[in-house]
């Protein structure tokens, strides 16, 4: 077991997660228009070539934020979407929490602090999602082991045994009645 550290671009905010090990998260590319979205608006460089979103799934309570709190900011780009945090101070995406039924939060590689072996940390991308949004198929040095079901499956099975450990809280998105400690805003 060993900790990720979780940095903005500027440094203001850090945080970790707990405990990593090349089981226990989901690590995948997200290739849907929302995550694209997120990146375009705050004109970030963290999409890959094909646009894709490179993403580590965790269970909240693995997660802190220890230095900068004040500078979460977050985003809702349609009503019914996940909620996206970014940080004030350098516009860093950070990654995305889907309520407080779901004990899940994406981080995304922007947000992971580059001073370390993140591969060695959280392993290789283990699956792509939502590639029928690209025109063409991904390259051969693109692909990886899990097909896109068997990916949904394993975070399906993921998220229920966080449920069973209780692993949704605490959340350091979320307050104590599992809403976003900051008023996620529209663009
Ligand atoms: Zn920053
Ligand atoms: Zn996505």
């Given at each position: 077991m060993t900790e990720l550290a979780l940095e903005c671009r500027c440094g203001k905010v850090k945080g970790r997660v707990h405990s990593v090990n090349l089981k226990q998260g989901n690590h995948l590319v997200c290739y849907c228009q929302s995550c694209q979205n997120f990146a375009n608006y705050l004109q970030s460089d963290v999409l890959n070539e094909f646009g894709g979103s490179d993403?580590?799934?965790?269970?909240?309570?693995?997660?802190?934020?220890?230095?900068?709190?004040?500078?979460?900011?977050?985003?809702?780009?349609?009503?019914k979407g996940v909620c996206r945090w970014y940080t004030d101070c350098c516009k860093t995406p950070i990654g995305?929490?889907?309520?407080?039924?779901?004990?899940?939060?994406?981080?995304?590689?922007?947000?992971?602090?580059?001073?370390?072996?993140i591969n060695a940390k959280i392993g290789p991308i283990m699956g792509n999602v939502y590639v029928k949004n690209l025109d063409s198929p991904l390259?051969?040095?693109?692909?990886?082991?899990?097909?896109e079901k068997r990916l949904i499956f394993r975070m399906i099975r993921k998220i229920l045994l966080w449920k069973i450990l209780a692993k949704g809280t605490p959340n350091?998105?979320?307050?104590?009645?599992?809403?976003?400690?900051?008023?996620?805003?529209?663009i």
């Open positions: 993403i580590f799934q965790i269970a909240p309570a693995f997660i802190s934020i220890d230095l900068g709190v004040d500078q979460l900011k977050s985003l809702k780009l349609t009503d995305n929490t889907a309520g407080a039924k779901i004990p899940m939060v994406g981080i995304l590689r922007s947000f992971i602090a580059k001073d370390q072996d390259p051969q040095s693109m692909s990886a082991p899990l097909s350091p998105f979320m307050n104590s009645q599992g809403k976003p400690i900051v008023k996620p805003h529209k």
